[in-house]
């Protein structure tokens, strides 16, 4: 079923920003809605050539399409518009490709770029002879982009060992916060709602800030004072945004499994962003997809500084989570407040479990966000007794895999 006019027109804004947090200065944009795309072009035959004279006559020299575009799409395009084309996809992992500044970020850049790029090296030369720079071109490089696809495959190989190895390593981070008992908060939200700027305001860190999308692309952990006696930990992690190819979410796992480990997720979003209602189901649909929807959330409405006295009253009724500014510092210590006592009401208990050996998921969440003490192997099943939240215990009762919890 297409789109209505409304969600397509508020996709196309968002590719603007898109294009403009990529370098780009957008000098026309074009719609068309079609029952069905066209399987040559994407768009139909009298819109092509209609795109084609308006970008000559602002003199453009990249053509940005709003959607995923096939290899003969691609190269059918770029023949008859005589211009460089990329798609959504391609815009954002150049903007991923500028902002990765740890080596993890840039190994998990390339290897998307690269899993993007490997099936449309289909023989001609169109593509590899538009990719020579500019925008769309960011990350692997000239040099890489003219490997072949065994040398391509052999990098990608290569690319995701070096991923597992970071893995292991952040897994022994985790492991060395639960073993200190400190309890990670994570910032969760849609690309710009002000998490960095809300991080910075809970912890004094100092990360960089952008009204830019995807300011922050490699996850920062910092310390959070709560009251006089305790201390959390605070992840600021990747924005996210609709339409996010689910390789591309692959690719980041290294990064998003701060979320994993997280006892409280704070959902942040921009009070003042009109689109804020779809912003905000497409972060649920991707917490969804990550396995992270049953992890207890706190709502944060960020910005509040900006909304009218009237939208103000409307959030306040609504009862439903913190309204804050991270700019002014308004509501901060509200918020504190709340995940002070949210965590308080998720305590560390001991208990049995008894999974089966298949089920290596269970076994990983107890090591992920408890501490095991022992572990035993008997008939089929297997034996863990482990510390953990309450809430984690509680979700591996209520697992389809047969797990049973004692104690």
Excluded at 105 to 115: C, F, I, K, T, Y
Excluded at 119 to 147: A, K, N, W
Excluded at 313 to 337: F, I, N, P, W, Y
Excluded at 369 to 382: I, L, R, W
């Amino acid at each position: 079923m297409p789109p209505s006019i409304a969600d397509a027109e508020d996709s196309l804004r968002e590719l603007k920003e898109l294009a403009v947090s990529a370098g780009a200065r957008v000098v026309g944009t074009a719609m068309q809605r079609l029952p069905e795309p066209d399987p040559a072009t994407l768009l139909g035959r009298g819109k092509v050539n209609e795109i084609r004279a308006e970008a000559r006559a602002a003199g453009a020299d990249l053509v940005i399409l709003d959607h995923d575009l096939t290899p003969t799409q691609l190269r059918n395009l770029e023949k008859i518009l005589d211009l460089k084309v990329i798609d959504r996809t391609q815009i954002i992992l150049d903007i991923f490709a500028r902002r990765a500044r740890s080596r993890e970020g840039q190994l998990q850049v390339e290897l998307a770029q690269l899993n993007y790029l490997l099936p449309r090296l289909s023989g001609h030369g169109t593509v590899l002879s538009r990719l020579g720079g500019g925008i769309g071109t960011r990350g692997p490089g000239e040099q890489q982009l003219e490997y072949d696809r065994r040398r391509i495959r052999r990098r990608i190989r290569n690319l995701s060992e070096g991923i597992e190895r970071v893995r292991s390593q952040r897994a022994l981070h985790r492991a060395h916060r639960r073993d200190q008992n400190l309890a990670t908060v994570a910032l969760v939200g849609y690309t710009n709602a002000g998490k960095s700027t809300l991080f910075n305001a809970l912890t004094s860190a100092g990360v960089v800030t952008s009204a830019r999308m995807f300011a922050t692309l490699d996850p920062t952990v910092r310390a959070m004072p709560l009251d006089s006696h305790r201390t959390a930990l605070l992840s600021d992690t990747v924005g996210f945004i609709r339409k996010l190819p689910p390789h591309l979410v692959a690719a980041f796992r290294a990064t998003l499994e701060e979320l994993e480990d997280a006892r409280l997720l704070l959902h942040v979003t921009d009070s003042s962003d009109p689109h804020r209602v779809a912003q905000d189901a497409a972060v649920e649909t991707m917490l969804d997809e990550l396995g992270v929807a049953s992890t207890p959330r706190l709502r944060v409405w960020n910005k509040v500084d900006l909304l009218s006295s009237d939208e103000r009253r409307r959030l306040e009724s609504d009862g439903q989570g913190v309204l804050v500014s991270a700019q002014t510092g308004e509501g901060l210590d509200a918020l504190r407040q709340r995940i002070g006592d949210l965590l308080t009401a998720d305590p560390v208990v001991e208990a049995d479990f008894e999974l089966s050996a298949a089920d290596g998921k269970g076994l990983a969440l107890l090591h992920r966000t408890g501490t095991v003490v022992s572990t035993q192997y008997e008939d089929g099943k297997v034996r863990v007794r482990a510390r953990v939240p309450r809430s984690i215990r509680e979700r591996v009762m209520s697992a389809p895999t047969g797990a049973r919890v004692d104690g």
